[in-house]
């Protein structure tokens, strides 16, 4: 799926949900008919032009918000089933390790946030570790 959140759509908050969830209703939630056009319907919605367009028929002034009736109707170049699904083809595995890399990425805050503070307070002791230094860090490890 593919999240666009409906308000301030000038601020960019175009995403691929890499997991299943639940959102308010300022996000719609997007995924193509047609599987094959996946990539293509990814990146439109993270262009310039989808979002400007969005912009430009957002309704209010501190917080302008485009409805779902409105961006329904803006028009999109078809590729056609073919080319769409060559371009599925080629952009797709680079969306999927994105998403890939994006859930490793939160696994990996999540390990640091909790054991940073144990490592604080001293509650887990690196002491006995053989802790092998990168080069680029070799000169720092050794004057420490």
């Keep these: 799926d593919i999240l666009f959140s409906t308000i301030r759509p000038y601020l960019y908050k175009v995403n691929m949900a890499p997991f299943k969830g639940v959102t308010n209703t300022s ?6 008919r047609i599987p094959e056009y996946r990539a293509f319907v990814t990146m439109t919605l993270f262009m310039n032009s989808t979002i400007a367009w969005a912009d430009q028929y957002s309704a209010g002034t501190k917080m302008p ?6 961006f329904q109707k803006m ?15 080629l952009v797709s595995p680079i969306l999927d390790q994105i998403n890939s ?14 054991l940073l503070p144990r490592l604080i307070s001293g509650k887990l002791s690196v002491e006995n570790l053989d802790i092998q230094f990168p080069p680029s860090m070799e ?3 050794h004057a420490a």
Excluded: H, K
Excluded at 75 to 89: R, Y
Excluded at 102 to 114: G, V
């Design 27 to 32: 996000v719609m939630v997007l995924r193509p």
């Design 75 to 89: 028009e999109l170049f078809d590729p056609g089933s073919c080319l769409a699904a060559q371009f599925n083809d």
């Design 139 to 141: 000169e720092v490890a």
């Design 65 to 70: 918000v485009i409805s779902w009736n409105v």
């Design 101 to 114: 890399l994006s859930i490793l990425n939160r696994r990996l805050a999540q390990s640091r946030d909790m």
